[in-house]
């Protein structure tokens, strides 16, 4: 079945410090892809998405491209902030079901 | 607007006890599910309605219940609580639940069953 595989955290850094967290799936079909944020004590939000290859989302200064021959929708932030901190979660939804299948998560602590 | 609410914030129940989490949106959303949060294993599907009448098993479904009689409350019933049902309940709803669309959290319910 459909599975999400991301890095295991923590994940600590210094301000201003580049981010990557990688995240690969694995579907069958073609799906959509997202990264969710969870900060302190709240549900999860959307951060950005891209639901075909090559799309690439953005937002906050994250981004994040849907690379279909790796598989992979590894996030980026060039320089992060201590405001940054949160879980963050890497997702598929397959186009053939109605359900959202999410990595593990990924805690990021960013120190001053 | 106030988007996804669920209610209780938090509840301690014992060993045999049942309880109603609610969940209630005011976008119009034909698709609401539950999800439950685990220390290290993501988020997984409980169960998801596509539209009021309409529920379906995600994929840990069982010592749970729902139904969808409005468009705008999906509730979740456990009627036996066990230790194992320990947990951070999450709904979600999203216009009608296709791939591509945003899913809207509500801010979660911290369930710890004794």
């Known amino acids: 079945g459909d599975s999400v595989t991301q890095m295991e955290g923590p994940v600590t850094l210094s301000e201003e410090a580049f981010l990557t967290i990688n995240c690969t799936y694995t579907?069958?079909?073609?799906?959509?892809l997202f990264w969710y944020v969870q900060y302190p004590g709240e549900g999860l939000q959307l951060l950005l998405k891209?639901?075909?290859?090559?799309d690439k989302g953005s937002n906050k200064g994250f981004e994040a491209t849907y690379r279909k021959e790796t598989t992979s929708f590894h996030l980026e932030k060039g320089s992060v902030q201590v405001s940054d901190s949160a879980v963050y979660f890497c997702?598929?939804?397959?186009?053939?079901?109605?359900?959202?299948?999410f990595g593990s998560g990924t805690r990021l602590l960013v120190r001053p | 607007n106030a988007g996804v609410t669920q209610t209780p914030k938090f509840q301690v129940l014992k060993t045999g006890q049942s309880m109603t989490l609610q969940c209630a949106q005011d976008?119009?959303?034909?698709?609401m599910s539950w999800y439950r949060q685990d220390p290290g294993m993501g988020l997984r599907l409980i169960h998801y309605?596509?539209?009021?009448?309409?529920?379906d098993q995600g994929e840990v479904p069982n010592g749970y219940n729902v139904s969808r009689s409005t468009t705008e409350d999906f509730p979740l019933r456990l009627l036996s609580a066990a230790p194992s049902q320990t947990s951070v309940y999450f709904c979600?709803?999203?216009?009608?639940?296709?791939?591509?669309?945003?899913?809207?959290f509500g801010p979660g319910t911290r369930l710890l069953v004794l």
């Open positions: 891209a639901t075909k290859a090559d």
């Open positions: 979600a709803s999203s216009y009608t639940g296709l791939a591509q669309e945003t899913q809207y």
């Open positions: 579907a069958t079909g073609y799906p959509s």
């Open positions: 976008m119009n959303h034909e698709y």
């Open positions: 309605s596509v539209g009021a009448g309409i529920t």
């Open positions: 997702a598929l939804s397959d186009e053939s079901s109605y359900k959202l299948i």
